[in-house]
Each structure stands twice: as structure tokens, then as C-alpha cells.
């Protein structure tokens, strides 16, 4: 029996993937203007995936993320139907990322160069049946340097068949779309250790705003100025050039942007009322403390309090009697 393709196109969209009419936030479904059928644009092929001892080479790039699909199998057999998302890139190479069927991270060797989101393709399992262009926006040039890892994002979909009286019809759709770098830079850091430490960027192709953990920071306190937060971290002392980096490190706080010598940086706020509320090494700046507030600057701003602060290093070091 042969095998097809048929997905709605949404009207005035030809060539270009389209929501549902009643897809949630994230939703999306693809399809081709014309049923095609399986073995027409050739075998499926696939960008492997790094094994898990991987290390890091020097002139290479990487991308990362979780691209998980979700097959319905049929009556007699399982469905290996699966999807992929193509960058090609400006040296003449081409990548092709496979959705699997378990969500973990797949991290994948590039040449350095700037690449592009051309095709989102879709195959049975053994042959490409056809191909869509990607959303506008997923299809601007993106560079990728060596020795960095790139977040492209985390994604989940799902494919479904129905019987016809002379083909098998598949249907694709993106189920989930979501920036979660924190976690999945997390998660490449455990599960690929020699990359441990890598500098990441996220360049993900993800619509939806980056999740964020629970915030920390009281109800009652105001959110703080980046001018706050830039005259609190030198005391803060914890400093970070990534959100994953500080993400990673601040488990009982929040990681807050300022700008550090020109640069975006984060530092780690955790909020207390007493010394008991912060790390080891760290004194809270409460009014009823006695720990150095960051200076007032010529903002009108006033310095943040109920904070801590690394306790310095002679303070921690001296006799008891000796401290003040």
C-alpha cells in the first residue's frame, strides 16, 4: 500500500506551515500543498548526535537542545515516522537534527559558520516525504563560532496516520515549543561531562519567552534597578557571564542581569532577613544586621537591603575577638 502526506494548509499561507485553528499557545501543524508520496525526495538522513564520552574539539561548533516526537502506532507495526530540522550554512555543509523518540539532549558537531534554518523535513522512517519552509523568523542567518555551544531550543511533536481506501495518510504537528537553556544547559553539562563549562549561548528558533524558575524574591520587595544590582554585585561577589552558569549555582536565589565592564553579566541575589537565610561564607545585610550595604551612587535609587553579601575573607579568617 502506498504511502502519503496530506496536511491542511491554512488559506493565503501556500509553502509556509500555519497554527490550527484551535492550537494552544506553542501549537503548530505542517503540511505541503499536494499529497506526496513516500520515496519522492529521497532517503532520510540524519546528523548524528555526539556519544556521551564526546570531548570538545577546537575547531568545531555545537548546537543543542531536545527534539522528542511522539509516534501513534499502527494496528500491526510501530511507526517510525520522525522529523527534522536543517540548517545550512555558508561553507556549503548542511545539518539535519531528528526529532527522537526519548527527550534527551542531543548535542551535535557543526563547522563553524553561519547557518539558517532552510527546511523542516518529514520521513516514514526510511525515505524524506516531504519538506516545508520554516516560519520567517526561524529562517535569519545564525553565526556559530568554534568552542561554543549553541541552544537551538526544546521541542516536542507528534505524528499520526489514518487509513485511506489506497494510501496511508501521515500527519505531522509541533506539539510544544519552549527556551528552557537553564535546565537543558544544565542537563548537556551532566550528561556530555567533558563539555562541562562550555561557553553556551542561546540562539533558539523558540517563539515562546524563556522559562524562568519560581521566583525567589518576596511579594513585598520591588523588583531591583540594574543600577541596584550593578552597585550590589562587587559585594555579592558571585558573578557570571551565562543565565545557565548562574542558574546552575543559584539554587536558592535569583539570577538578575546588570552590566559588568560593558558586558552583560549576572550575579546571584538571595534575599534573608538574617545571617541564617544565606550560604555559608555570606552575611545578610538587614537593617537589624551589621554587614555593609552596596554605596549609594548618584541614582536616586537607595541601595539594596536584605541581600547577602560574601563576608570578606580577613573578617572570616580572624579570631573571634578580633572582629568588630
Known amino acids: 500500500m502506498r504511502t502519503a502526506i496530506s496536511i491542511p494548509v491554512m488559506p493565503g499561507q501556500p509553502n509556509q506551515w500555519a497554527p490550527l485553528p484551535t492550537a494552544t499557545r506553542g501549537a503548530r501543524v505542517w503540511g505541503l500543498l499536494a499529497i506526496v508520496m513516500a520515496g519522492a525526495t529521497g532517503c532520510a538522513h540524519f546528523t548524528r548526535s555526539l556519544s556521551r564520552d564526546a570531548s570538545p ?21 510501530s511507526n517510525d515516522a520522525t522529523m527534522g530540522f536543517r540548517l545550512g550554512c555558508d561553507d556549503g555543509q548542511s545539518y539535519t537534527i531528528g526529532f527522537t523518540r526519548q527527550p534527551f539532549v542531543q548535542l551535535i558537531s557543526i563547522a563553524p559558520a553561519t547557518c539558517a534554518m532552510t527546511d523542516i523535513v518529514f520521513s ?21 563560532a568554534a568552542r561554543q555551544a549553541y541552544y537551538l531550543g526544546d521541542y516536542e511533536a507528534a ?10 495518510e501521515l500527519r505531522w504537528a509541533l506539539t510544544s515549543e519552549e527556551n528552557d537553556y537553564a535546565d537543558t544547559t544544565q542537563d548537556l553539562f551532566s550528561t556530555y561531562r567533558a563539555f562541562a563549562g562550555i561557553p553556551t549561548v542561546d540562539r533558539g528558533f523558540v517563539s515562546a519567552p524563556p522559562k524562568a524558575k ?3 524574591r518576596p511579594a513585598d520587595i520591588p523588583s531591583p534597578s540594574p543600577q541596584q544590582v550593578a552597585r550590589a554585585a562587587p559585594l555579592i ?4 557571564r551565562t543565565t545557565a552558569a548562574c542558574e546552575a549555582d543559584c539554587r536558592t536565589g535569583d539570577c538578575v542581569a546588570f552590566r559588568n565592564d560593558g558586558e552583560t553579566a549576572m550575579t546571584c541575589i538571595v534575599y534573608c532577613k538574617g545571617d541564617g537565610d544565606c550560604p555559608s561564607g ?7 544586621q551589621r554587614v555593609e550595604s552596596p554605596p549609594r551612587g548618584e541614582e536616586a535609587a537607595p541601595p539594596l537591603t536584605g541581600i547577602c553579601l560574601r563576608v570578606p575573607r580577613s573578617s572570616i579568617d580572624a579570631p573571634s575577638g578580633e572582629r568588630e
Do not use: M
Not at 555545537?62 to 500491526?76: C, K, N, S
Not at 496516520?161 to 496511508?168: E, L, S
Open 57 to 77: 574539539g577546537d575547531g568545531r561548533a555545537y548546537v543543542y537542545g531536545r527534539f522528542t516526537i511522539a509516534a501513534e502506532p499502527y494496528l500491526l507495526a
Open 124 to 144: 516514514d522512517g526510511s525515505t524524506i516525504v516531504g519538506r516545508r519552509l520554516p516560519p520567517p523568523g526561524w529562517r535569519q542567518p545564525r553565526r556559530f
Open 159 to 168: 505524528t499520526s496516520h489514518q487509513w485511506k481506501v489506497i494510501a496511508t
Open 214 to 216: 519560581p521566583r525567589k
Open 237 to 240: 561577589d558571585r558573578t557570571f
Open 282 to 288: 555570606f552575611a545578610c545585610n538587614a537593617p537589624a
